[in-house]
Protein backbone atom coordinates (compact mmCIF):
# COMPACT_ATOMS: atom_id res chain seq x y z
CA UNK A 1 0.00 0.00 0.00
CA UNK A 2 0.99 3.64 -0.75
CA UNK A 3 1.13 6.64 1.33
CA UNK A 4 -0.29 9.74 -0.52
CA UNK A 5 0.87 13.30 0.26
CA UNK A 6 -1.01 16.42 -1.19
CA UNK A 7 0.18 19.75 -2.00
CA UNK A 8 -0.33 23.19 -3.57
CA UNK A 9 -3.50 23.98 -1.76
CA UNK A 10 -4.33 27.64 -0.47
CA UNK A 11 -6.07 31.03 -1.71
CA UNK A 12 -7.41 31.56 -4.95
CA UNK A 13 -9.55 34.47 -6.44
CA UNK A 14 -12.54 33.52 -8.38
CA UNK A 15 -11.70 33.12 -12.34
CA UNK A 16 -8.47 32.00 -11.26
CA UNK A 17 -5.83 28.48 -11.53
CA UNK A 18 -4.52 26.70 -9.01
CA UNK A 19 -2.78 23.14 -9.50
CA UNK A 20 -2.63 20.46 -7.02
CA UNK A 21 -0.07 17.37 -6.48
CA UNK A 22 -0.44 14.01 -5.08
CA UNK A 23 3.09 12.49 -4.01
CA UNK A 24 2.67 8.73 -3.62
CA UNK A 25 5.53 6.53 -1.81
CA UNK A 26 6.35 3.04 -3.28
CA UNK A 27 6.87 1.56 -6.28
CA UNK A 28 3.38 0.47 -7.29
CA UNK A 29 1.93 3.75 -8.03
CA UNK A 30 1.20 3.06 -11.06
CA UNK A 31 -1.20 0.19 -10.24
CA UNK A 32 -3.74 2.32 -8.77
CA UNK A 33 -6.51 4.10 -10.28
CA UNK A 34 -6.21 7.38 -8.60
CA UNK A 35 -8.93 10.09 -8.01
CA UNK A 36 -9.56 13.01 -6.37
CA UNK A 37 -12.59 14.56 -3.59
CA UNK A 38 -13.00 17.03 -1.94
CA UNK A 39 -15.09 17.92 1.01
CA UNK A 40 -16.53 21.98 1.45
CA UNK A 41 -17.63 23.19 4.82
CA UNK A 42 -20.54 21.85 6.71
CA UNK A 43 -21.03 18.91 2.94
CA UNK A 44 -20.36 15.33 2.84
CA UNK A 45 -17.16 14.30 0.79
CA UNK A 46 -17.88 14.33 -3.02
CA UNK A 47 -16.22 13.00 -5.64
CA UNK A 48 -14.08 15.30 -8.47
CA UNK A 49 -11.79 13.44 -11.02
CA UNK A 50 -10.25 10.08 -11.57
CA UNK A 51 -7.79 8.87 -13.76
CA UNK A 52 -6.82 4.91 -14.99
CA UNK A 53 -3.81 3.80 -14.00
CA UNK A 54 -2.23 4.67 -17.20
CA UNK A 55 -3.68 7.54 -17.52
CA UNK A 56 -5.30 7.09 -20.65
CA UNK A 57 -9.03 7.45 -19.10
CA UNK A 58 -10.43 10.01 -17.38
CA UNK A 59 -13.16 10.70 -15.32
CA UNK A 60 -14.90 14.44 -13.84
CA UNK A 61 -17.83 15.00 -11.78
CA UNK A 62 -20.64 17.35 -13.15
CA UNK A 63 -19.49 20.37 -11.13
CA UNK A 64 -15.77 20.32 -12.55
CA UNK A 65 -16.15 19.08 -16.13
CA UNK A 66 -14.66 21.23 -19.07
CA UNK A 67 -12.74 23.21 -15.35
CA UNK A 68 -10.67 21.24 -13.69
CA UNK A 69 -7.94 18.46 -15.43
CA UNK A 70 -7.18 15.07 -13.82
CA UNK A 71 -3.63 13.97 -15.08
CA UNK A 72 -0.69 11.92 -13.42
CA UNK A 73 3.23 10.95 -14.15
CA UNK A 74 3.98 7.44 -12.86
CA UNK A 75 7.69 8.25 -13.72
CA UNK A 76 6.98 10.78 -10.42
CA UNK A 77 4.77 8.77 -8.31
CA UNK A 78 2.35 12.04 -8.61
CA UNK A 79 -1.44 12.68 -10.07
CA UNK A 80 -2.43 16.09 -10.13
CA UNK A 81 -5.39 18.24 -10.59
CA UNK A 82 -5.37 21.51 -12.62
CA UNK A 83 -8.17 23.46 -11.64
CA UNK A 84 -8.98 26.50 -14.33
CA UNK A 85 -12.04 29.10 -13.88
CA UNK A 86 -12.29 28.36 -10.23
CA UNK A 87 -15.44 29.32 -8.38
CA UNK A 88 -16.31 30.05 -4.72
CA UNK A 89 -18.01 26.66 -4.61
CA UNK A 90 -14.79 24.64 -5.20
CA UNK A 91 -13.93 25.83 -1.90
CA UNK A 92 -12.95 22.92 0.29
CA UNK A 93 -10.64 20.38 1.61
CA UNK A 94 -9.10 18.40 -1.57
CA UNK A 95 -8.41 14.87 -0.90
CA UNK A 96 -6.47 12.26 -3.00
CA UNK A 97 -7.08 8.43 -2.78
CA UNK A 98 -5.95 5.45 -4.90
CA UNK A 99 -7.25 1.72 -4.99
CA UNK A 100 -5.80 -1.03 -6.76
CA UNK A 101 -9.31 -2.57 -7.41
CA UNK A 102 -11.83 0.06 -9.11
CA UNK A 103 -12.01 1.26 -12.51
CA UNK A 104 -11.98 4.80 -13.10
CA UNK A 105 -15.82 5.83 -13.98
CA UNK A 106 -16.69 3.19 -10.56
CA UNK A 107 -14.24 5.41 -8.26
CA UNK A 108 -17.15 8.33 -9.46
CA UNK A 109 -19.21 6.44 -7.26
CA UNK A 110 -17.21 6.02 -3.75
CA UNK A 111 -16.62 8.52 -1.33
CA UNK A 112 -15.17 6.59 1.23
CA UNK A 113 -13.93 2.70 1.96
CA UNK A 114 -11.31 3.34 -0.63
CA UNK A 115 -7.60 1.62 -0.33
CA UNK A 116 -5.44 4.83 0.51
CA UNK A 117 -6.28 8.32 1.27
CA UNK A 118 -4.02 11.29 1.52
CA UNK A 119 -4.14 13.98 4.38
CA UNK A 120 -5.85 17.03 2.48
CA UNK A 121 -4.84 20.25 1.28
CA UNK A 122 -6.86 22.78 1.79
CA UNK A 123 -8.45 24.98 -1.24
CA UNK A 124 -10.06 28.47 -0.49
CA UNK A 125 -11.54 30.48 -3.37
CA UNK A 126 -12.52 34.22 -2.78
CA UNK A 127 -15.26 35.97 -4.70
Known amino acids: QVQLVESGGGLVQAGGSLRLSCAAS????????MGWFRQAPGQEREFVAS????????YYADSVKGRFIISRDNAKNTVYLQMNSLKSEDTAVYYC????????????????????WGQGTLVTVSS
Open 51 to 58: VSRAGAIT
Open 26 to 33: GRTFSSYT
Open 97 to 116: AGDQLLRTQTMGARTRNLEV
